[in-house]
């Protein structure tokens, strides 16, 4: 098929290997315009505008597909159809009409179960025993086309980082099932019952409140590894923390830190904090951190 992929971050990459393998014609990558990364804050193009331009596909970062302009180009790559994953930009209908089988998405949740700009959070955060990925023919509201195929994938002790892996690499998978036999994946409306949303991560939400129950702070914990992490402070001094064990029938004043082990009381049962990472430094295990960092004293209120 000629297709277009338009997508931004690292999610999408497992995807577009998967297309380049399978010897479908990319005409073209769209993506975010670079951002500020790094200590730096030099700009910084897409993963996927990066993957591209290494293959010497062309690479297109408008800030808006609104304009006539931009709408002809893309119809001018006269594309089968177009792949979308995390991309960033909302499709006028001139762009999901413009391709021969419209816009198919990459979606990483099991829908109608979070829609909208963060499933992988969300999930673990609400404690769901599993997620997935769907591939929907995208119209034009949030998330809402009809699935034409999904997969699901077991959350157990697995962390953000570790669950958008895998579903990226499911996502790859699944739509090369779908691109090979479209009449065999129908889309199937999604079922009005069981909707929820996948609000953005605000950054209040990455603080650690040792009053709430451990087992919830477990899922924050987990949700936001590797990045951005949630954290505690101490002493003016940032701690994320990146793992963590739930510890039953250990109790005590919520953080208040018992140093010999890394163990933290919370509202109910504690955490043993497992790996961590110091402003600054490398993450690093809690052994690591003990035998290097003095500033926990036995009683420290975290």
């Avoid at 277009?4 to 497992?14: D, E, L, V, Y």
């Avoid at 762009?95 to 109608?112: E, K």
Wanted: one cysteine or more; charged letters at 20%.
């Amino acid at each position: 098929m000629r297709l277009i992929f338009m997508g931004t971050p690292a999610f999408g990459i497992p995807a577009l290997d998967a297309l380049e393998s399978a010897g479908h014609e990319i005409k073209a990558v769209y993506a975010q315009p670079p951002r500020p990364a790094g200590r730096g804050q030099k700009l910084t193009p897409a993963a996927t505008a990066l993957w591209a331009a290494e293959r010497g596909i062309p690479v297109k970062t408008p800030v808006t597909l609104k304009n006539p302009e931009i709408q002809a180009e893309f119809s001018a790559f006269d594309a089968d159809i177009a792949i979308v994953a995390a991309y960033g930009l909302i499709l006028p209908q001139a762009i999901l009409d413009a391709p021969r089988f419209g816009c198919l998405n990459i979606h990483a949740s099991l829908l109608p179960r979070w829609r909208g700009a963060a499933p992988i959070q969300r999930a673990i955060l609400a404690g769901d025993a599993e997620s997935g990925v769907a591939i929907m023919q995208m119209d034009a509201g949030l998330d809402t086309g009809a699935v034409r195929l999904s997969g699901a994938l077991s959350l157990d002790g697995l962390n953000g980082g570790a669950v958008h892996d895998a579903l990226a690499a499911l996502g790859g998978r699944l739509l090369l099932k779908v691109l090979d036999n479209l009449d065999a994946y129908p889309p199937i409306a999604q079922p009005d019952a069981g909707i929820t949303y996948a609000a953005k991560i605000d950054k209040r939400e990455l603080r650690l409140d040792w009053t709430q129950p451990a087992d919830v702070l477990l899922r924050q914990i987990r949700a936001f590894a590797p990045a951005p992490c949630a954290y505690f402070e101490h002493n003016g001094t940032r701690f994320k923390v990146l793992d963590a064990e739930l510890v039953k029938g250990k109790t005590g004043v919520p953080g208040v830190l018992n140093t010999a082990e890394l163990l933290v009381p919370c509202g109910v049962d504690s955490l043993r904090l497992t790996e961590l990472q110091r402003a600054g430094k490398n993450p690093q295990s809690a052994d690591e951190l003990l035998r290097g960092y003095t500033g926990f004293v036995p009683g420290a209120a975290l």
